[in-house]
Nanobody
């Protein structure tokens, strides 16, 4: 079992920045993919950014060039640097770990609110 805990959400003005962090309760074995999803009110949860244990990254078109995912395998963390935030980025952001042979794990989410 892997527990994921997100932090770093909050209220920010449009154009501002936030950094989300996600800490895992234990070492995450490879191969795996760590990612960030978000869910806005009335909408489905969507993938925002993901980073495989091998280093490959994937971003949603809506955040390319503004968000950057990074991970520290020694600390079992994955971060999401969010710049040039827009009101449409307002959502609950969830950390996710897909671990081959173990399963799919989710954090409880952290709320990001971007005011116009």
């Amino acid at each position: 079992q892997v527990h994921l805990v997100e932090s770093g959400g909050g209220l920010v003005q449009a154009g501002g920045s936030l950094r989300l962090s996600c800490a895992a309760s234990r070492s995450i074995f490879s191969p795996n993919v760590l990612g960030w999803y978000r869910q806005a009110p009335g909408k489905q949860r969507q993938l925002i950014a993901a980073m495989a244990s091998g280093g490959n990254t994937n971003y949603a078109d809506s955040v390319k060039g503004r968000f950057t995912i990074s991970r520290d395998n020694a600390k079992n963390t994955v971060d999401l640097q969010m710049n040039s935030l827009k009101p449409e980025d307002t959502a609950v952001y969830y950390c996710n770990a897909k671990i081959m042979g173990l399963g799919d794990y989710w954090g409880k989410g952290t709320l990001v609110t971007v005011s116009s």
